[in-house]
């Protein structure tokens, strides 16, 4: 039984026919939210950037939303393999007071992980923001008119307009919440984001973890956090929110700056400036897209309309990398780690951290599947995008 499925857009199964997928061909690399399942895919994680990646000398732009940005943002450790571990770890053992019966109060969920996200960065923030060759960018949802800032009336009230205004179309759920992006500030994301409402922000070490902290923040489970330092004011959230899947314009890849809220401070820099690199000669400009299912939903309020699952000509340059629904029955409950196993074991964490380290035991499959497939340099197996 094969576990990993690959799926590529026509420009990428283009180049994929042609030479296969090579490292210099990796531009940008996105990371989605969805919490739990984002774990089966630490072994590839550990692979793509303590080996194969590492062999190139070339700029890579990490996105992430919500667990995206908390792996994308490990990633960028020196010694990054056994740093995503730790990770994996850290989230599988999470563990939260609360009274029998009841969900742990939101205030206490958000101190441990601060806590936790500051024992992992504290001290380290230059370790991220200045890799050599990636350039982090956090995706963030900050709140608008009723959720400018937190309340037990106006969160719920503020969502259900959300939830409204998405309906009719993204863009219009931009009056709502508006996409935040943290951003490297030695380059700019080199994707244009026009599509949606966004302001773009300097990754700093003033608030590396305050906006991974955010962009971990989901409504009703983790308070909104406020005033991040450099950012416009106001209550920010899961970047999941305004960009469950991050399906963005990765066909538009350019040199320039991104064109919304304008270039962060310090962007244009040539990758001189970030150490003794030498470019490679120019790849495919590919996106290497490692995620949980083969499909990009936009937005998380975006799960239930179908009609915005497919494919799109934004993802042409995109090679997806995903779990077989075969290999994914075969996992413990028939499916991959989600929070409503939180529920499932109730207070038996110890059943639960079984299940999920079994599961990233498991996912090494993942892993060694796409290192023979680099290997061969084919494009043997690889289906379009859906």
């Not at 370790?127 to 009723?146: A, D, I, K, N």
């Not at 700019?188 to 990754?203: D, F, G, I, K």
Request: contains cysteine.
């Amino acid at each position: 039984m094969q576990a990993l499925s690959i799926h590529a857009g026509p420009r990428a199964m283009s180049a994929l026919r042609e030479h296969g997928l090579r490292p210099h061909d990796v531009r940008v690399i996105p990371a989605a939210a969805g919490g739990p399942k984002g774990l089966v895919l630490n072994p590839l994680d550990q692979f793509i950037f303590g080996d194969w990646l590492s062999s190139s000398r070339h700029t890579v732009h990490l996105l992430g939303a919500s667990i995206g940005a908390w792996r994308m943002a490990t990633a960028c450790m020196n010694d990054p393999a056994p740093a995503l571990a730790q990770m994996a770890h850290d989230y599988i053992h999470q563990d939260y007071e609360h009274r029998p019966g009841k969900a742990p109060a939101l205030r206490h969920v958000s101190e441990v992980f601060g806590a936790k996200l500051q024992q992992r960065f504290g001290g380290r923030e230059a370790e991220v923001l200045c890799h050599p060759r990636y350039r982090l960018h956090v995706f963030t949802s900050r709140g608008l008119h009723l959720l400018r800032r937190e309340g037990r009336v106006r969160t719920p009230l503020g969502y259900l307009g959300a939830f409204a205004a998405n309906a009719v179309s993204r863009r219009a759920m931009g009056g709502w919440l508006e996409r935040v992006v943290f951003s490297d500030p030695r380059e700019p994301l080199p994707l244009h984001l026009h599509a949606y409402r966004t302001h773009s922000v300097a990754l700093s070490a003033a608030n590396l973890r305050l906006s991974l902290l955010a962009s971990c923040s989901i409504p009703f489970l983790l308070e909104a956090v406020n005033d991040i330092p450099g950012a416009p004011t106001g209550a920010y959230w899961d970047g999941g929110i305004t960009d469950y899947h991050l399906h963005l314009d990765y066909a538009g890849l350019h040199a320039g700056a991104a064109d919304d809220g304008g270039a962060p401070p310090g962007a244009g820099l040539s990758l001189a400036t970030a150490g003794d690199l030498v470019p490679e000669p120019h790849g495919a400009d590919l996106v290497l897209y490692p995620h949980f299912q083969p499909s990009v939903i936009p937005g998380w309020l975006d799960k239930s309309l179908k009609h915005r699952h497919r494919a799109t000509a934004q993802l042409d340059n995109v090679v997806l990398l995903s779990p077989t629904p075969q290999w994914v029955a075969s996992l413990p409950n028939g499916k991959l780690p989600d929070r409503a196993d939180f529920k499932r074991y109730n207070d038996d964490t110890p059943a639960r951290v079984a299940v999920w380290s079994r599961v990233v035991r498991e996912s090494a499959r993942l892993r060694d599947e796409f290192a023979a497939w680099v290997q061969r340099g084919d494009a043997s197996g690889v289906q379009p995008l859906r």
